[in-house]
């Protein structure tokens, strides 16, 4: 029968004791930053994707039909993969280290957050586009005539309005990229996952390990999602209208959540 | 045929539209449409839908595009430049200044709902025009005034009833102090109790701007019109068509301002 090792799990599910280790304390920190620079990096690629999907121009359409079915067709794990051993290899670009006075960036951190923030763009795009669709073509019109250009009437005028529908399904894309970072440990960026697998590999614990690694992840998404609902319930009180599900809701029935791309 | 001139001569022609044609699809929705509207003239056209009315209003502020012919606003051609002979469609930038010389007044109003009723008004001149927030804020204080709105300044849309906010649509395109407005049947998504407000205050209007409507209210064409534009054809798949389906200016009804 396994001897569960209680002293191990303890020391490393309780935050203060398992902080004395730099691998799990940097490993929470890089994956909250890398998740909030890879999703706004996603938000923005997908803004521009959605844009070029609606673009007049063919050329526009083509680009961003080929990002959107190339990143949402192939494995985030493969993407990160080429983008960081095979840009190495080959020296397009060899991810250096970046320093940003006493914090230094490495190269793999680098690359998983660029990796993910490009394959969450494909996804954004989706999203953003049916967001800007959902509005009425009668407020694009409206600007028109008002004298505004095209990109004026989107900034002002649709995107506004479309946000309303963009952020809570962006909400659910932020809980589950906190939980994809943790693909970064194949190319051992040290986010939490991979510092647990560096503890793990050093003194083999690894059900009580990752059953604490788990509970770090539920912890995130928990603030997360406690954050969303709060956001959301602002959103719906400010004009009156629909209210997103609620928090228990969201926690068990798993609105939203999609798994591991 | 002679190449159009791009800018007309007569100053007083706000619009002027010549042969313009117009499909969707095989549908033939404008047939060689003819029609000019001078200064201040208050011009209504009144006739079964379906039968092309908004999209020739639509036409004129090259939110849609016509086929083939020419519409001039203001003195120069809408939506296209002269290109050696050629007609090429303008820059979007050009179009949009174009356009904010022609107010425009919709059906379902649309108004910007996530904004408050000055800021309704406010929003183009300050955005388009780089009218200073303060100024603009004045102005639009006087518009709502003007249509009898000055107690809902900070509504949101949702909280106005239909009538209070085609009048705040129709004060957000004077804010622009366009040459033109163009109404597309204002009153037609409206509960009938709310029709008189809104006609009043177009007919207010009428006194002092250039109008073009699409509307139903035969009373407001009575009251207001210099000129009555009748279109009297239906559009039906398996009726032989007529000759046009604006037959402008076949059959004008006049004086009856």
């Not at chain 1, 952020?167 to 996952?193: Q, R």
């Not at chain 1, 059900?207 to 406690?226: G, H, Q, V």
């Not at chain 2, 011009?43 to 012919?69: A, D, Q, Y």
């Not at chain 2, 040459?179 to 009428?206: R, Y």
């Amino acid at each position: 029968m396994y001897h569960f090792d209680w002293a191990i799990f303890l020391k490393y599910i309780w935050p203060p004791s398992a902080f004395q280790d730099p691998l799990i304390r940097n490993g929470l920190i890089v994956t909250v930053i890398v998740s909030v620079v890879a999703q706004a990096l996603g938000v923005i690629l997908g803004l521009f994707a959605a844009l070029g999907k609606m673009s007049k121009l063919a050329i526009f359409r083509w680009l961003s039909e080929i990002y959107i079915w190339y990143f949402r067709g192939t494995p985030l794990i493969v993407q990160m993969s080429l983008l960081f051993f095979g840009f190495g290899v080959t020296h397009i670009y060899d991810f250096p280290t970046i320093f940003l006075g006493v914090v230094a960036i490495s190269g793999a951190i680098q690359a998983g957050t660029l990796a993910l923030g490009i394959d969450e763009g494909a996804y954004m795009a989706e999203i953003v586009r049916a967001g800007i669709e959902s509005i009425d073509p009668g407020q694009m019109e409206a600007a028109k005539s008002l004298g505004m250009t095209f990109g004026l009437a989107m900034q002002r005028i649709v995107l506004p309005q479309a946000a309303k529908v963009i952020i809570p399904p962006l909400g659910n894309e932020f809980n589950n990229m906190m939980k994809t970072t943790s693909l970064m440990v194949v190319i051992s960026a040290g986010e939490l996952f991979y510092g647990f697998e560096q503890v793990n590999a050093r003194i083999f614990k690894p059900f009580e390990l990752f059953i604490a690694a788990s509970l770090y992840y539920l912890l995130l998404t928990t603030i997360w999602s406690l954050i969303q609902a709060r956001i959301e319930a602002g959103l719906g009180e400010r004009k009156g209208t629909t209210k997103g599900p609620g928090m228990m809701q969201r926690l068990f029935t798993g609105a939203g959540g999609k798994g591991v791309r | 045929m002679v190449h159009p001139n791009v800018k007309l001569a007569d100053s007083n022609i706000i619009v002027k539209a010549e042969k313009v044609n117009k499909y969707f699809g095989s549908l033939h929705v404008l047939k060689d449409i003819d029609i000019e509207v001078r200064k201040n003239e208050v011009v209504v056209i009144i006739g079964p839908s379906g039968s092309g009315k908004s999209t020739f209003l639509r036409c004129i502020n090259h939110i849609e595009k016509i086929n083939s012919g020419h519409i001039y606003v203001n003195g120069h051609l809408i939506g296209y430049h002269d290109r050696s002979g050629k007609l090429v469609e303008d820059s979007e930038r050009n179009i949009a200044r174009q356009r904010a010389e022609i107010g425009m007044v919709f059906q379902r109003f649309n108004l910007f709902p996530h904004l408050t009723a000055i800021e309704n008004i406010i929003e183009a001149p300050t955005r388009v025009r780089k009218t200073p927030a303060a100024q603009a804020r004045a102005e639009g204080e006087r518009l709502l005034v003007r249509v009898g709105l000055a107690d809902k300044r900070d509504q949101y849309p949702n909280q106005l009833s239909g009538g209070q906010q085609q009048r705040v649509a129709i004060a957000r395109a004077l804010a622009m102090k366009p040459g033109l407005m163009l109404f597309d049947e204002p009153t037609s998504a409206l509960d009938p109790e709310m029709i008189g407000e809104v006609l009043d205050v177009m007919k207010e209007l009428a006194q002092e701007m250039t109008m073009i409507v699409v509307s139903h209210e035969m009373g407001f064409a009575r009251a207001a019109a210099n000129r009555i534009v009748f279109v009297d054809e239906v559009r039906s798949s398996n009726r032989p068509r007529r000759k046009s389906s604006l037959p402008i200016p076949a059959r004008i009804g006049r004086g009856c301002s």
